[in-house]
């Protein structure tokens, strides 16, 4: 990760306009309830890699009453922000935001019972690495639970792809399926799951891209800036180019650390 912050305050409000406040990845809540099938969260310690601005930690206190959440994100505009939305809505007893350095995860081995995230590890290139890590700091019996947005392939990006990602201007580091399931098992993990979000995203980014386009983008505008809006709507027509074409494929990946 770059020095760069990339979720200012601007960005933070901006995504939450589109994806409810406190989430800034897609799909919400219920997105987030599908990403956690078949995990049990109850009287649990979920760590929350990429913990953004707070939502899904607060949910997996509230909602699937973990024992505590710590969230872990890179910049401090997000955590700030996470910080602040747990403390409004009271579970500052069970959620801790703690900012931290890009490398290795800052807990001891065989310490939590589940990973989870939601659509941030595309930020950190080495899926392998990440992986050891994860399966590392896992109690055995843990759980692994994340969304992340993934290509379709292993090899160089289409032109498309390519365009989308520079209009991004993010640091997106995309791995294929292929890819994340190999290093899932060689890290050690069993029960390794798969699921392709690409035909949900597809619609619902092609929804998003009307909706900033049509009546809300003047209220929008106001808000953000002009520029700012149009440099949003060519991002979203780029985005919705690769997600119909099934090269940019969101997927939820779960696997368990053996007993």
Known sequence: ???????????????????????????????????????????????????????????????????????????????????????????????????????????????????????????????????LDAFRILKPGGQFAASDWLISHDNDPSPQMADYIKAEGLDFAMASPTRYANAMKRAGFIDIELVNRNSWYATEADKELQWLKGPKRSELQERHGKDFIDHQVEIWSKLVTVLKSGEHCPHHIRARKPF
């Open 1 to 131: 990760m770059s020095d760069e912050v990339l979720y200012d305050q601007q960005v933070i409000e901006f995504l939450e306009d589109i994806w409810g406040d406190g989430f800034l990845s897609p799909g919400g809540a219920g997105e987030v309830r599908r990403v956690l099938e078949g995990v049990n969260v109850d009287g649990k310690l979920v760590i929350d890699i990429g913990c953004g601005s707070g939502a899904c930690a607060i949910l997996l206190a509230k909602e699937y009453h973990a024992k505590r959440v710590v969230g872990i994100d890179v910049e401090q505009p997000v955590c700030d922000a996470a910080t602040n939305r747990v403390k409004a809505e009271g579970v500052s007893d069970k959620v801790q935001i703690q900012l931290v350095e890009p490398g290795p995860l800052p807990f001891t081995n065989n310490e939590v019972d589940v990973v989870f995230s939601k659509d941030a590890i595309i930020h950190i290139p080495d899926k392998e690495t990440m992986a």
